[in-house]
């Protein structure tokens, strides 16, 4: 079982739009019929296990009308490794407009917002399971790894030798911790029982700060580049950059001016397939 991220939006109405905002702690469970209105296909042994191991720690952006939550985003945290760094990402699950109000643009305000806050936090990326790439293409995400099935042996370990494990194999992956492998045992004691529901869509990611994804990549030789970097959604990722990478060390720097030259001019969802495309990556989480 796992949670898609359904966004089926068409043309904006035109009407004073929604204001996003962030549930609170203790109104989170406002957020549940909703919740299961968009996953009916989850059962009420899972539902808890979300609400109760998940969304304890998660960001629940909403948006409400005459007291109601009509449509929202979940924002699950996750510490990813990636080339050796340890960086703070957000996993988007739970993707649900009421019935009654799609087709108004909400997921895309929604969508909007979200990728901006994330970049306003410095995270370099953010990634989700895609009910549909049409749905997050335009917005820049992109196809970056299958969905990996650790064996037994692995997920018996605890999490150092899990850790050491996918870090021998692999150069991005979440990191595992206490935490990781309670949600983790909670989760499949909420699974336990049901019908496998076949095989696992792939994973897509968005850059949300061009910046900080560049200093987690190395080149094998030492150079200096100068990148056009085209984002509508994210202002401090659309610009001119100067990417000095090698072996060992990688930084990135916007640039107030264009340079005298531009090496490479590409859109930030190209930027992501070009980096992406360099990584061995395991990602195994359902939410």
């Known amino acids: 079982m796992w949670r898609l991220c359904r966004m089926p939006e068409g043309s904006l109405m035109d009407e004073i739009m929604p204001e996003p905002f962030y549930l609170p702690e203790d109104e989170k469970e406002r957020s549940r019929g909703l919740y299961k209105e968009a996953f009916p296909e989850d059962t009420e042994k ?15 952006l909403a948006l409400e009308q005459d007291g109601e939550l009509v ?19 957000n996993y988007i699950v739970a993707v649900a407009t009421g019935k009654e109000y799609r087709h108004r643009g909400y997921m895309r305000l929604l969508l909007v917002r979200a990728l901006q806050d994330m970049a306003a936090r410095n995270m370099p990326f953010t990634f989700l399971m895609p009910a549909s790439e049409r749905i997050y293409a335009p917005f820049d995400f992109v ?4 969905y990996t099935e650790l064996s037994p042996r692995v997920e018996r370990m605890d999490a150092a030798d899990q850790n050491r494990y996918l870090a021998a194999r692999y150069q991005m992956f979440c990191k595992r911790d206490a935490v990781y492998l309670e ?35 190395n080149t094998r030789q ?11 959604i994210i202002q401090k990722n659309d610009g001119w950059f100067c990417w000095e990478a090698a072996p060992d060390l990688s ?8 340079p005298e030259r531009t090496d490479l001019e590409l859109t930030v969802g190209e930027l992501a397939s070009m980096v992406f495309g360099e990584f061995r990556i395991c990602l195994s989480e359902i939410v």
């Open 46 to 60: 899972f539902v808890d296990f979300y609400y109760t191991c998940k969304a304890r720690d998660n960001q629940i």
């Open 71 to 89: 449509s929202m985003v979940h924002l699950n945290p996750y510490t990813m490794i990636v080339n050796g760094f340890e960086t703070p990402v």
């Open 143 to 146: 196809w970056i790894c299958p």
């Open 183 to 217: 949600n983790l045992a909670a989760e499949k004691r909420a699974e336990e029982g049901e019908m496998p529901s076949g095989k696992m869509p792939p994973y897509m990611a968005r850059i949300t700060d061009v910046s900080q994804m560049l200093r987690m990549v």
């Open 222 to 232: 030492a150079q200096k580049l100068y990148l056009k970097i085209h984002d509508p």
């Open 251 to 258: 930084k990135a720097e916007k640039l107030a001016q264009p």
